[in-house]
């Protein structure tokens, strides 16, 4: 059996590109919610620091950086935690949240992930609830314990409002000795705005909800990673231009 693998994108390896601030979900994945296998290829040859920013837990991009052989330079948690090379930060007020959470199921709200609630379990400073879990309740709790709530149509989350991925993308770029105007960042859903304001240039998928949309410097044509290489590619000629 022959199938036809998906156009991936060669790296020039002495260009002189830009760190790149690459949100997971919807951006680095198929839309079944794997990593799409391009990942493995392209963010290796990657010439400068790349930053993976998701609203999931520290573990999972941490893994992702594992896997793919790259630094591990994540921001995990919507802002909650960043870990670039050696120095790991934690903020937000995760006893506010604790609050919310427990007000949450006096009230006979479920976060909807099971016994095992591997979404939440290592989770350290918010919390992140299925799409199935009862939106109203969430808000209203959300509004009552001063806290953002957010739907990145994967997930969910109630978050402390002083903590966001574009904020966590700016200490990043400190430790990297960058400044955050020089990230080029790729994202789909209202998460990914505030990373989009602090890049200096921003990127949304065609999968990208309205907020995304909205916030980005280009709106893509395509989705998913076919719309992150597009983006990509795009970073690479304007380099080329410049030679
Ligand atoms: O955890 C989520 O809800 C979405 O994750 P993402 O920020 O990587 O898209
Ligand atoms: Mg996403």
Redesign the pocket.
Known sequence: MTEQSPPCLDVPPDADLPPLAL??????TTPDHTVDPRVFRVLPDWPAPVVL????SFPY?VALCHFAGIPERVVAE?GGIVCVDETVRVTGDADRVARAVAAFRERGGDLGWGDADTANRWRETEV?ARLNADEDLLRAVADEFDLTF?D??????LTDPDVS?GAALEEAAAVLDRDPGEFVAV???M??ASTFRVAGDSYAVANADATAREAADTVLDEGYMDGTLAALAAVIERADRRV
Do not use: F, V
Not at 23 to 28: A, E, F, R, S, V
């Open positions: 949100d997971i979900d919807g951006t680095l920013a998701t609203g999931k991009p919507n992140a957010l990145t149509g994967y997930a969910y989350h991925k994202g789909d859903s998460n990914d």
